[in-house]
């Protein structure tokens, strides 16, 4: 059996992930139709619109997740953010979770193909990350006047190097505007933004703060190599974010 869907609907369920109940994990079920339940924690990622960018195949225990168009570096990054979601999702029920990335070449379409993998209890630190995916939605409303303690932007820019990118703080004051980068600048680079990116703000909502994208500037070429040039350091520049406290 092949199932294929977007991560807004589950393969058996109506409902969005948010009004699901956690508890309700199929463990008895087929490995699709556990994988199935794990992409509902994929709809929870930024995906910039209503509309998201991803779309998953589900066929002999494998999820693969695909790019709606190849090429698109923004588009891949939020691609990226909802594959940590699922990874995080996987280790929330007990699984270790096999991930290849770019499992085939001549599909470039093919970001990933996820499998349960051994069972491995989660760790302390994934389910405080998973526990946020509720709660982890960007906001546009006004900034607070509190400023992100030294000890938190060395955690949030710790948590952007464990998916291999790097978060630079341009302006500490509230809100705090920080960059998002890579070493590199390709397609792999892009999905480990956007792994990087998702756990960022999941770890920046672990203590209160939110966030909001601005990425027009890195979406324009000149304004992204300006923002290049003037951070003084080796890279490219993925997401623009702006931090604070409410």
């Not at 994929?42 to 494998?62: H, K, M, Q, V, Y």
């Not at 599909?107 to 509720?134: C, K, N, V, Y």
């Not at 820019?157 to 890579?182: F, M, N, R, S, Y």
């Amino acid at each position: 059996m092949t199932t294929t869907f977007a991560a807004s609907r589950s393969a058996d369920c109506e409902a969005p992930p948010w009004l699901v109940d956690e508890g309700g994990f199929p463990a008895d079920g087929s490995d699709d139709c556990k994988l199935a339940w794990l992409v509902r924690w994929a709809a929870l990622a930024p995906s910039g619109d209503n509309t998201p960018p991803w779309a998953f195949r589900i066929e002999g225990g494998t999820l693969d997740l695909h790019a709606d168009r190849t090429g698109n570096r923004e588009l891949i990054i939020r691609c990226g953010a909802a594959l940590f979601h699922v990874w995080l999702a996987l280790r929330h029920y007990g699984y270790a979770g096999d991930i290849d990335l770019y499992p085939e070449l001549c599909h470039p379409d093919l970001l990933a193909r996820i499998r349960l993998g051994e069972m491995r209890p989660p760790t302390a630190e994934g389910e405080l990350l998973f526990s946020q995916i509720p709660r982890s939605h960007t906001h546009r409303g006004p900034f607070g006047p509190s400023p992100l303690s030294p000890d938190l932007i060395a955690a949030l820019q710790a948590a952007a190097a464990e998916e291999g990118a790097w978060l630079q703080i341009l302006d500490d004051k509230a809100p705090v505007l920080a960059v998002l980068g890579t070493e590199e600048d390709d397609v792999l680079a892009w999905l480990e933004a956007g792994e990087a990116l998702a756990h960022v703000l999941l770890r920046a909502r672990r203590d209160g703060v939110w966030a909001s994208l601005l990425n027009l500037p890195i979406d324009a070429p000149e304004l992204r190599a300006e923002l290049r040039q003037g951070i003084g350091r080796t890279g490219y520049p993925q997401m623009l974010l702006r931090l604070w406290m409410r």
